[in-house]
């Protein structure tokens, strides 16, 4: 039995991964959490495979996350979309399989399989140059890359500073570095690029 802890905010999405699990037969899932902080307590508690989690969290980016979880267990990735510059993001930092949101049901029980064995798995539709083309937010760092997601979400200095554990100054300190490597000059140049890069998945 493969056991699966969900992380994900919509209670549909959960539910319907209860629902793949128990048609599957040879999945099951054991625990669920609504934001990433109560999720990286909670998988202490229960024996697990696998994590299936959002990428789009309310309380914590789905890079950090997969950085913070404890134990490594393999993660498959969950999205809106598949145009971007987060799914490579993503498997930088541990995930093994990616899907859409739109994915048939099956595809979602194949998935958990793959990825339980220890194999990657794409969604049909995640296009090579989602993961290997270059896109300007590629010369990031993970916390650079955070920051500049919630500042192109409208998130000003202090909410971001709040959101992390920071002081203002080293989220200003960030901003700064992130904009010189980005070649943009305010918070409005930086969510133009985001969008043209699939950064706000």
Not at 66 to 92: N, Y
Not at 130 to 152: C, K, N, Q
Not at 164 to 189: E, I
Request: aromatic residues 6%; glycine residues 10%.
């Amino acid at each position: 039995m493969i056991r699966v802890f969900a992380v994900d905010a919509q209670p549909l999405i959960r539910a319907g991964l209860r629902w793949i699990a128990q048609e599957a037969g040879d999945i099951a899932v054991v625990g669920e959490a609504d934001r990433g902080e109560a999720a990286l307590r909670a998988v202490f508690e229960v024996e697990i495979d696998l994590v299936v989690c959002s990428t789009q969290l309310p309380d914590i980016d789905g890079v950090d996350f997969l950085h913070r979880l404890p134990g490594r267990p393999w993660v498959l990735a969950l999205a809106a979309a598949h145009d971007g510059v987060l799914p490579k993001h993503l498997f930088a930092a541990g995930a093994r399989g990616y899907l859409s949101y739109g994915c048939a049901l099956a595809t979602v029980a194949r998935a958990v399989r793959e990825v339980a064995a220890g194999r990657r798995y794409l969604d049909d539709g995640l296009a090579s140059r989602v993961l290997f083309g270059e896109s300007p937010f590629d010369r990031l760092s993970a916390r650079e890359l955070e920051i500049a997601r919630m500042t192109a979400r409208g998130h000003g200095i202090q909410h971001i500073a709040l959101a992390l554990g920071l002081v203002d100054s080293t989220v200003r300190t960030h901003r700064s570095r992130l904009f010189n490597k980005l070649g943009v000059r305010s918070d409005a140049g930086l969510t133009r690029l985001a969008l043209e890069h699939g950064l706000l998945l």
